[in-house]
């Protein structure tokens, strides 16, 4: 794909070369008389002066009367360039390679010439004729073409490259980088997109700056009443039914493992370069995190991932954590090394997920169905947000072969 400045230059080559053809076109047909001027300017010449069998004299005579009135210097010469006659100082004669050039008369120095019809050369040093015009036009539309073509790169790469910056701003706001800012450059229209941009930046890392903090420190303060519920219910052991009791121990866990996972995945969209990043050995950190559930079959190579230890347990701990609230036992766990990349892939013995849940099961706070299996409806958006963070991606599909007998599981992707 052409980048943008390599069209914007095409379109004006294109453009040029369009009116330099026009132009060419125009001066042939109108432009033809003009080519017969040095002709016609040699035979008016050869009328004014003597014919070339006159004598030096007369020939002299009649340059004079020629000359007359004109602040120049002349000189005649004859087919072989032999001097015959000047007027003011004498001027040698051209070259005979040098006389012409793409049409173009020669000067040798301040001197310019005019061949008469009959052979004869008239030279002076002030511009007498101009043989041939149609060439002189053809290498000035060249040298102004060439100019132009030379140019205009520079012109249309400046603006150009304003764009990029500015598409790479946008690739950045909308990678979640709300502090990408473009330099303003100029005062024309990408100027004030430009402008318009850093002003919608701005107000997006506000709104969403204020939205974290607000969840953030409503999370925070919802700490203290759990703990205060949590040290009445334990003191309150005789009052209260065991039942009702269990009952409110659940809650208050599953309010308090909400408020964590809000609180994580607060911090994650509020300083993702934060985290400690270090050599983790995948198959050993999911060996330890299986450990504490219970019918987790665990299976795979040793495999060496850059991240933070803490996140990627997180990260597996919630899958293990989704497989038994909302699957049935065993749950199964692979680590592998494909090419460039390690997988986790985990999956159940459960119904699984329908095809058309893939995406949904990964948004906050979704559940497919209101069951009774308990969660906070954030564990798999944190666990896509943690792959993400560490460069690799998480997703639900379709798993191939003979263990897993097209059943639907979870797979995560690093690159190593």
């Known amino acids: 794909m052409f980048r943008l400045y390599i069209r914007f230059y095409f379109a004006l080559v294109a453009s040029l070369a369009l009116f330099a053809m026009a132009t060419l076109v125009v001066w042939h047909l109108t432009g033809v008389p003009m080519q017969h001027a040095g002709a016609i300017l040699g035979k008016v010449m050869q009328n004014a ?5 006159s004598p030096p004299a007369v020939q002299q005579e009649a340059l004079q009367h020629l000359a007359a009135g004109i602040s120049a210097d002349v000189t005649l010469f004859d087919a072989k360039g032999l001097r015959i006659a000047s007027v003011g100082r004498p001027l040698s004669a051209p070259v005979a390679k040098r006389r012409a050039f793409m049409g173009f008369s020669w000067r040798m120095g301040p001197a310019t010439f005019v061949r008469l019809a009959d052979g004869r050369l008239l030279v ?9 015009p149609l060439g002189a036009f053809h290498l000035l539309l060249l040298i102004l073409t060439v100019a132009i073509v030379v140019g205009a ?9 304003r764009l990029e910056r500015l598409q790479r701003g946008v690739e950045s706001l909308g990678a979640g980088d709300f502090a990408a800012r473009v330099k303003v450059e100029g005062r024309d ?15 997006i890392e506000q709104l969403v700056g204020a939205h974290k ?15 205060r519920i949590r040290l009445a219910l334990e003191l309150s052991t005789q009052s209260v039914d065991p039942g009702r009791r269990a009952g409110l121990e659940q809650d208050i866990a599953e309010l308090d493992g909400l408020v964590d996972e809000i609180l994580l995945a607060s911090r994650l969209d509020t300083v993702p370069g934060s985290f400690v990043k270090e050599d983790v050995d995948l198959l050993a950190l999911t060996a330890e995190e299986c450990a504490r559930f219970e019918n987790v079959h665990l299976e795979g190579t040793p495999v060496v991932v850059r991240g933070d230890a803490r996140l990627l347990r997180r990260m ?12 049935a036992p065993p749950t199964e766990v692979r680590v592998a090394r494909a090419g460039s990349d390690a997988t986790l892939t985990v999956w159940d013995n459960g119904p699984g997920v329908l095809p058309a849940e893939f995406e949904n099961v990964f948004r906050p706070f979704y559940r497919p169905n209101q069951s009774s299996s308990g969660g906070t409806g954030l564990g798999l958006s944190l666990v896509r947000e943690i792959a993400r963070l560490h460069g690799g991606e998480a997703r ?3 798993l191939e072969g ?9 797979v995560v992707s690093f690159a190593v």
Not at 154 to 160: A, G, L, S
Not at 213 to 227: D, G, Y
Not at 316 to 327: D, I
């Open 189 to 203: 229209e990408v100027a004030q997109l430009a402008a318009a941009f850093n002003r919608s930046a701005g107000q």
């Open 49 to 53: 002066l003597a014919p070339a069998d």
């Open 396 to 398: 639900c599909q379709l």
């Open 213 to 227: 903090s607000l969840l953030a420190n409503a999370s925070h303060e919802l700490r203290t009443p759990l703990a």
């Open 316 to 327: 597996v701990r919630n899958l293990l954590e989704n497989a038994r609230r909302h699957g």
């Open 124 to 132: 002076s040093n002030v511009a007498i004729g101009y043989p041939n």
């Open 402 to 410: 003979p263990q897993t007998s097209q059943r639907s599981g979870f």
């Open 153 to 161: 790169l520079p012109v249309v790469r400046q603006i150009t490259r």
